[in-house]
């Protein structure tokens, strides 16, 4: 481990952790200047102006001028290191702080490490934890905080202070035993164990972690990965890089991998850990029991299952374990035995060609929704592939009881069944917590009135997804204006269903408006888009107005969509894609549904994504059937085979669609099987592999 001498301002190599003559060494913590820091090769270049075994006659300590070529009119070089213009402020004002406590050496991160080797590098990060640790002292310098000030202050400096916000600095705040916090002037505002509450309010970090009263190990996989989330660091590899220590985990840097290295980080953790709560991001179900709402109370749930934007139950930040996340624990064994699930506190994971597989127990989704809700499945995927499963973790609202996670397993061709993460919107939504959930509590009630259909199944975990080409600043840029575009692929599209695409951009008397026409034979779908941008281009709001006239059967007037108009809201950072919307018509015998969405396609820039599904309406058997716009079909009983396929020989006709043995007309987005349209294939095309989501205040995940 190489220190800098606080006395000579020289190198020393020691070793940190030698029994029989332990270094006893301070250790900085600090963010970095934005302009950079002084380096290992700066500084040495520095050093080499001085004789460092020599003796001070001015300051009493080394380093005087190794030599001076310097002229007679030359100003006189400075007296030592110390007074050099050119040694950083930092390095200086640490080593004095330092000295002046009684310590001969101190390590400091931006100059003791020579960080163009990456084996010296990646050492380093390995061992830093450790290093901390081993630290007699950490001296946590708060540059922009003022001296004087009183912490506690609601508005104080030392609350908003940046170093609580970096990635680094959480390892750094918790592995030394001592940490003492200085101002801007390098003068204390106060220790770790004195500030112990405030510092785990500002951090959401137990005192018990903090203090070192409680082993890290005490505390769960989602609890110490929630300490990191919403902090920042310059690389996003260092995002993951910076925790290795929180969870004594040795892991190759390689820069450049981007968000891998937080899947490498989870993956380890999985080897080493046995700990689902890993699994348990995003928002937990704080609500009262579903079924004892809609059973004894009569309240009337509708829910709405979504895939999330990737297929891996792998989390792509670490910002994803957020505040629910602060609240779970690992569940015990005789917990566990109660449940009758003890095989969850040794699950295998084992690395394949198609991903990591494991077993897991799983509820099919259908049975712990109550039987007098209503559910949709807005992407196609059917409801007998939805499931919970099962974890062996709890959140503080419902102790004793599993989490469950919403999952979907589509469909496969292989048999390889791919366990992807899913959510659901509830409405109305609970008392505390939003709509969007990824977890819910399963008591030992629930799981015992269950349990015949739960099963423990083989599953998948997929592998990273290929890294997206599309750019993470691109869409943390506010937009300027809205422009939507119409590709031809999508015009294509509707013309293989029948219509005739014509789009039309804003105006000087509209410039916030775009209009769709969708145009067929026997009828014209009319779409507004206006779109209002809010907080200098930080909020997007676009409405769609959805009109359809037909002219058939003699009569002509405009037909009511249900709803009328779709509303998207979305905030910065900025989601690659608006979830579709759906409005319905009724037309004779057929029902139809325009399909709506938009995706980012840059700054500022979005495609229109459209379709259109029909479906025929049954006939009743036993009654004549009276068409919506007058028509009508004579005669009663069943309709036989040739009407059903005339039927579907009219639909294929004039809308382009795909005839069924029941009689249901499938057009291009209405796959049978549960598989996804067309539009739900663009949106893989065109959003690429895995983009950060947008936040639950986004209004859609």
């Not at 460092?52 to 005087?64: D, V």
């Not at 972690?209 to 996003?236: C, I, M, P, Y």
């Not at 899947?263 to 179900?285: H, T």
């Not at 500022?604 to 049954?618: A, Q």
């Amino acid at each position: 481990m190489r220190f800098v001498d606080t006395r000579t301002g020289e190198f020393v190599d020691r070793d940190p952790k030698a029994t029989e003559y332990a270094t006893k060494y301070a250790i900085l913590s600090h963010t970095w200047d934005i302009e950079g820091e002084q380096s290992y090769k700066e500084l040495r270049k520095i050093q080499k102006r001085y004789d460092l075994k020599a003796q001070c006659p001015l300051h009493g300590y080394k380093s005087p001028p190794s030599s001076s070529t310097a002229s007679p009119e030359d100003p006189p070089p400075p007296c030592c290191i110390w007074s050099d213009p050119e040694l950083s402020p930092k390095i200086r004002e640490a080593c004095r702080v330092a000295r002046e406590a009684g310590y001969q050496y101190i390590w400091i991160d931006s100059c003791c490490i020579d960080q163009t080797s990456s084996s010296e590098l990646t050492e380093s990060i390995n061992s830093m934890y450790q290093w901390y640790g081993h630290a007699r002292e950490c001296y946590a310098y708060l540059t922009d905080v003022p001296p004087g000030q009183d912490p506690h202050l609601p508005e104080s400096n030392f609350r908003s202070s940046r170093w609580f916000k970096r990635g680094w600095t959480l390892q750094e705040l918790i592995a030394p035993f001592a940490v003492t916090f200085l101002s801007g002037n390098w003068t204390a505002i106060g220790s770790k164990r004195l500030l112990g509450d405030l510092v785990s309010e500002i951090t959401g970090i137990p005192d018990e972690a903090l203090l070192h009263e409680k082993s890290l190990d005490e505390f769960s996989v989602a609890q110490r990965l929630s300490w990191a989330a919403g902090r920042t660091t310059t690389r996003v590899e260092d995002r993951a890089y910076s925790l290795l220590g929180i969870f004594d985990i040795n892991m190759s840097t390689l820069y450049g991998e981007g968000e891998r290295a937080f899947r490498r980080l989870q993956e380890e953790i999985l080897r080493r850990v046995p700990d689902q709560s890993l699994f348990a991001w995003r928002a937990v179900y704080q609500g009262l029991d579903l079924h004892e709402q809609a059973d004894i109370k009569g309240v009337g749930y509708h829910l709405s299952c979504n895939p999330l934007y990737t297929n891996s139950l792998f989390a792509s930040s670490v910002d994803h374990f957020s505040t629910d996340s602060r609240h779970i624990a690992v569940v015990s064994h005789d917990i566990l035995n109660q449940f009758q699930l003890s095989s969850l506190a040794t699950t295998k994971y084992t690395p394949t060609p198609q991903g990591i597989r494991t077993r897991i127990p799983i509820l099919p989704l259908s049975f712990y929704i109550p039987q007098s809700a209503t559910i949709d499945f807005p992407y196609g995927i059917p409801s007998s592939r939805w499931y919970l499963a099962i974890l062996g973790c709890e959140h503080q609202s419902s102790p004793a009881s599993l989490l469950g996670r919403i999952c979907y397993i589509p469909p496969s061709e292989t048999g390889v069944e791919l366990l992807c993460p899913g959510f659901v919107t509830v409405s109305p939504a609970p008392s505390r917590g939003g709509e969007y959930l990824d977890l819910f509590p399963l008591s030992s009630a629930t799981i015992e009135r269950y349990r015949e259909h739960i099963t423990l199944k083989t599953v998948y975990f997929s592998h990273p997804e290929r890294a997206s080409t599309q750019s993470d600043p691109a869409l943390r840029q506010p937009h300027k204006t809205i422009n939507i575009l119409l590709r031809r692929k999508t015009r294509d599209a509707v013309r293989a269903q029948g219509y005739m695409a014509e789009f039309r951009t804003p105006d000087e008397g509209h410039p916030t408006t775009h209009w769709l026409t969708l145009s067929c034979d026997d009828h014209m779908i009319t779409v507004e888009y206006r779109h209002t941008l809010e907080n200098d281009g930080h909020n997007l709001t676009v409405e769609a107005h959805v009109k359809m006239s037909r002219h058939a059967l003699g009569e002509a007037g405009e037909i009511e969509g249900d709803p009328s108009s779709v509303k998207w809201r979305y905030y910065l950072p900025w989601y690659p894609w608006f979830q579709t919307e759906e409005i319905a018509f009724t037309l004779a015998m057929k029902k139809l549904t325009v399909m709506l969405g938009l995706d980012w396609a840059a700054p500022s820039y979005y495609f229109l994504l459209v379709d259109i599904v029909t479906e025929t309406l049954r006939v009743n058997s036993s009654t004549s059937l009276d068409l919506v716009q007058g028509a009508e079909v004579e005669g009663s009983g069943a309709v036989g085979e040739a009407d059903e396929q005339e039927i579907g020989a009219e639909a294929r006709a004039s809308d382009g669609g795909l005839h069924q043995p029941d009689g249901v007309v499938l057009l291009p987005f209405q796959r049978s099987g549960g598989t996804p349209s067309p539009l739900e294939a663009r949106k893989g095309e065109e959003r690429g592999a895995d983009a950060e989501p947008g936040e639950e205040v986004n209004g859609k995940r």
